[in-house]
């Protein structure tokens, strides 16, 4: 008979979408990733936008001031992309040894974009250089156009805007971030080599309904939105197919409670004090746990160029319920994601400063 597995021991993951934020809110989030995951690409979205390297410089040392002591996490910074940005700047990040993509965000399309690239034509000098230094382009693949339905958002951006790109720009390499849709999973692969993705905890576990029925749930309300059942079911199969174009990318999100349990909530799960269980879970639904080791250590580093992390993390199958509330000095506290409710999985902690996370 087979016998389910109740251990995993997979090497040190990285998480390769992660907004970090900034101050108080920086040191609350930073050490449940850490506890977690060796690595993470920080995304650029401050209110003020990380748009040079200078800044990418600057943030990069406050996130490792900010780590406790006896953690250690390589943040890997991006760069903004505005219509500003210069080929020169991409070949001062490049050289700088700590930038690994530049993130496109069509203006206006989610959290801290309105500085964001207003028409593709706008950055031909930037994705020069990107092509030119091998730079990754990450990209929040949507439409921010009014007309276009949000559920479409993503499939009317590939079609519209970054197939014509990658025509266009023939040695650019472009990671489709959080990919919600069976359109997205069918573009990477037909692109294979040059497009990854990277796949959210959210996405693989939860469908539209999670997010609408039996009330409003704001704390599964993320940008791109959760799509139909169909959708997951292909995410999931991709996620846990083995190919190496598809890699993690928990999108962990953190805002306010109070920025999220309101009139006009803010988009963004916060899933880093429990990502790894989540995506045990994903893969454990799918009958797919041999997978999970690439999909969290090996794929996404490859496709960035990364030497593979050093040590291991243990997954132990347990019934427990994750944390519900992280505090953050003087302010509201963030609410995770799944938040109380029962898990299957439980992450060891890599290392724990004394009294922190109970
Ligand atoms: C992100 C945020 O809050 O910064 N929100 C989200 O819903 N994913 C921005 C983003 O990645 O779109
Ligand atoms: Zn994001």
Redesign the pocket.
């Known amino acids: 008979m087979h016998q389910p597995l109740d251990r995993l021991e997979l090497p040190t993951p990285d998480d390769l979408?992660l907004?970090l934020?900034d101050e108080a809110m920086l040191r609350a989030v930073l050490p449940w990733t850490a506890r977690q995951f060796g690595r993470g690409l920080v995304?650029p979205?401050l209110p003020v936008p990380v748009t040079s390297t200078t800044a990418a410089a600057a943030y990069r040392e406050r996130i490792l001031a900010a780590l406790p002591p006896g953690l250690d996490f390589e943040p890997l910074m991006t760069l903004y992309l505005t219509d500003e940005t210069t080929a020169e700047e991409i070949r001062r990040a490049k050289a700088s040894g700590f930038v690994h993509a530049a993130k496109l965000?069509p203006a206006g399309?989610?959290?801290?974009?309105a500085a964001g690239v207003t028409g593709l034509e706008r950055v031909y000098d930037a994705l020069d250089g990107l092509q030119d230094t091998g730079l990754i382009l990450s990209v929040?693949g949507?439409v921010a156009d009014p007309q276009v339905d949000i559920f479409d958002r993503e499939a009317v951006f590939l079609e519209r805007h970054l197939a014509p790109l990658l025509e266009r720009f023939a040695g650019l390499r472009v990671v489709l971030?959080?990919v919600t849709t069976a359109e997205g999973v069918a573009f990477v692969r037909a692109n294979r080599g040059r497009v990854a993705a990277t796949f959210?905890p959210q996405h693989l576990l939860l469908n539209r309904n999670h997010l609408l029925v039996g009330g409003l749930h704001p704390h599964h309300?993320?940008?791109?939105v959760l799509k139909r059942e169909d959708h997951r079911l292909a995410l999931l199969q991709a996620a846990t197919s083995g190919e190496g174009c598809f890699f993690a990318g928990t999108?962990s999100?953190?805002?306010g409670r109070d920025a999220k349990e309101s009139a006009c909530g803010?988009?963004?799960?916060f899933s880093a004090p429990t990502a790894l269980e989540l995506y045990a879970e994903a893969f454990d639904e799918a009958g797919a746990l041999d997978q999970l080791p690439t999909f969290l250590a090996g794929h996404g580093a490859r496709f960035y160029g990364l030497k593979p992390t050093t040590g291991t993390v243990t997954l132990v199958r347990e019934r427990w319920e994750g944390p519900v509330c992280a505090p953050v000095e003087g302010q509201k506290p963030v609410i995770p994601f799944r938040a109380g409710e029962p898990l299957s999985w439980r992450a060891l902690p890599r290392s724990s400063p004394p009294g922190f996370g109970e």
């Open positions: 979408h907004h934020r995304m979205n965000y399309v989610t959290t801290h974009s929040h949507e971030e959080h959210t309300y993320c940008l791109p999108d999100a953190p805002h803010c988009a963004g799960c």
